[in-house]
């Protein structure tokens, strides 16, 4: 009887903790609607999001309103547009993962007359935006382009806001008198968190997303875009008809070959672009008769760490951080355009150079945890220690930065004319160096394309039907980005693609 009361007491107690398990299930799943487990998350960080996100081949459909190459910051954002006008769009991305070269964005997304700035007393206009971003690109940029970029940039601010993307921690890069340069709450790197949102809108709204579908080929019939080629998993071809195609595929940062083929002088050059930036979608394009600009305008970023590739991003500098050479000294305005500063590091013996800071720029700047989790940061708690690490000479090491100190209190850079990034002095313990050099970064170049997104043959005329956003359309930064800039195009000219192409689908 004993044994009864024992085993029947266990069972009741068994069924309560599972009926509670169910409850705090529930309510797990409900807050989390929409985003990803722990689990997920941390796969994320490592492979730019979760398999789990993504659709099932048995899904995949014949025909589709819209189709989207690649499923980068500008491939998500257009077909959130599209969907949002009523339209039913599809993603195809080559990769495993969704997020391409956005995922490995760092410093931030660039904007101006927004709303954070605003509420944080930061005076800024879209005419400096655009004089700034024009200078940067030594006036070669296309400027109907540049006009529409930066009007838009304070909407796609709000825009995001609106999908749960807040980017409200400002900051500065180089080549900017202004902060525009918005971040992540907490700081955090840029690319990962607007991934992260973007794809959990995706997810929400059901549009299909299908990794490991390659496209090879978009077909045309009747002078029209009339859909596109997949490979899927290497292995099956499948024809999809779509009355609109958007290419948001990328620039060639990653293909070798092609670079080389353009700027012989930057082989053998590190990149910092994941290997899926290859320049497909240019090379369907220009079958199809579309034109190109720029193509030999290839950036190279000043801070990369050489060894694993990894770019260093531009927010450190931004927040305080310094370049010193192998003698302990600074040798160039850290904030120039990252072309200058490229052009300086160059010029140094070794071609490489450290940047140097303190614990005030790593509690700014928060990817500089993961910098250090990849083994990239020397930590010492004084100045000394710290040269000891970087074999620099200590006395030298240790004048830089008191004269960089004093710089900063005086507001006045007299050895290189660094006017932003001035705000904190490098004295709080400890200390911190990141050894760097130049890598390929970023391709200013590729196809043609007007401010409707709308790909333009060599005549200058839409090639009916088809539009492309982000790293893949050449112009708009002219022969060198300003950092930031980059992000702010995605959104920007993504969401401009997505509600182009539905407007053309729906007037058909």
Not at 104 to 125: C, L, P, V
Not at 149 to 160: C, G, Q, R, T
Not at 478 to 501: C, D, H, L, M
């Amino acid at each position: 009887m004993k044994k009864k009361l024992v085993a029947a007491l266990i069972f009741i107690l068994s069924i309560t903790l599972v009926l509670a398990g169910c409850g705090s299930s529930d309510k797990a799943n409900e807050k989390n609607k929409g985003k990803s487990s722990e689990k997920e998350e941390a796969a994320e960080v490592n492979s730019g999001a979760s398999q789990a996100s993504y659709t099932a081949m048995d899904k995949l459909k014949d025909q589709y309103d819209i189709v989207i190459v690649g499923a980068g910051g500008a491939g998500m954002t257009a077909a959130l547009e599209a969907k949002e006008k009523g339209l039913n769009p599809v993603i195809f991305e080559k990769m495993p993962v969704a997020g391409g070269n956005t995922s490995k964005a760092s410093s931030g997304m660039n904007a101006s007359e927004t709303k954070f700035q605003k509420e944080q007393g930061i005076k800024d206009s879209n005419d400096l935006f655009y004089k700034e971003t024009l200078e940067g690109g030594h006036g070669t940029n296309d400027k109907e382009m540049l006009r529409f970029f930066v009007d838009n940039s304070a909407d796609a601010i709000d825009w995001l806001d609106t999908k749960g993307i807040k980017l409200n921690n400002i900051t500065i890069t180089g080549g900017m008198n202004e902060k525009r340069t918005h971040r992540p709450e907490d700081g955090s790197a840029v690319g990962q968190y607007l991934v992260d949102g973007l794809l959990g809108n995706v997810q929400e709204e059901k549009i299909p997303t299908f990794v490991n579908a390659n496209v090879t080929d978009i077909m045309q019939k009747d002078g029209k875009v009339s859909g596109v080629k997949v490979l899927f998993n290497n292995k099956t071809e499948k024809e999809i008809a779509a009355d609109a195609v958007i290419v948001t595929t990328g620039g060639y940062g990653a293909n070798a070959d092609m670079i080389e083929k353009v700027r012989p002088d930057l082989k053998g050059y590190v990149t910092t672009n994941q290997e899926g930036s290859t320049g497909d979608g240019i090379k369907m394009i220009e079958k199809l008769g579309g034109t190109v600009v720029d193509m030999d305008q290839i950036q190279v970023h000043p801070t990369v760490q050489q060894e694993k590739s990894y770019l260093i991003g531009e927010a450190v500098r931004g927040e305080g951080a310094i370049l010193v050479n192998n003698d302990g000294k600074r040798f160039t305005n850290e904030l120039d355009t990252r072309d200058k500063v490229t052009a300086a590091i160059n010029k140094e013996p070794a071609k490489s150079a450290y940047l140097v800071f303190d614990a005030g720029v790593t509690e700014r700047v928060k990817a500089i945890k993961q910098y250090e989790e990849m083994g990239f940061v020397k930590k010492a708690d004084t100045v000394e220690a710290l040269a000891k690490e970087m074999d620099v000479p200590a006395n030298d090491l240790k004048a830089t930065l008191d004269t960089w100190n004093s710089s900063v209190k005086a507001k006045k850079d007299a050895e290189f004319g660094r006017e932003t990034g001035m705000d904190h002095d490098l004295s709080k313990a400890p200390y911190y160096a990141i050894k760097i050099g130049p890598g390929i970064h970023y391709t200013m170049g590729g196809v043609k394309i007007n401010t409707n997104t709308e790909v333009l043959d060599k005549d200058g005329k839409p090639i009916t039907g088809l539009f492309a956003a982000g790293e893949v359309a050449g112009g708009l930064h002219g022969e060198n980005r300003i950092g930031g800039n980059s992000v702010a195009e995605i959104i920007i000219f993504g969401r401009q693609a997505g509600i182009k192409s539905a407007e053309y689908v729906n007037a058909k």
